[in-house]
Nanobody, 116 residues
């Protein structure tokens, strides 16, 4: 079992920045990748950014490339999502996710609201 806890969401004006954190606990030695997803009202959940443990390779959705940066602190089993130049369309609940041996683990989500 792995537990994921997100933090750092909030309300920000367009053009502003926020940093999300996701701390993993439990069987963290099984983690090989973690990522961020988001779900806006009335829309499907979408992948935002991903990072692989070994080579620290990253993936970004086209909509956030150049604005968001995913990073990790291995010692703390924590990943971060630095979000800059936020837009109203970034408003969503952001979820942390970790796939482990065929099972997807999810955090409870943190709300990000960007006002225009």
């Amino acid at each position: 079992q792995v537990q994921l806890v997100e933090s750092g969401g909030g309300l920000v004006q367009a053009g502003g920045s926020l940093r999300l954190s996701c701390a993993a606990s439990g069987r963290t030695f099984s983690i090989y990748a973690m990522g961020w997803f988001r779900q806006a009202p009335g829309k499907e959940r979408e992948s935002v950014a991903y990072i692989h443990w070994g080579a620290s390779t990253t993936y970004y959705a086209n909509s956030v490339k150049g604005r968001f940066t995913i990073s990790r602190d291995s010692a703390k089993n924590t990943i971060y999502l630095q979000m800059n130049s936020l837009k109203p369309e970034d408003t969503a609940v952001y979820y942390c996710q970790a796939p482990i041996r065929g099972t997807e683990y999810w955090g409870q989500g943190t709300q990000v609201t960007v006002s225009s």
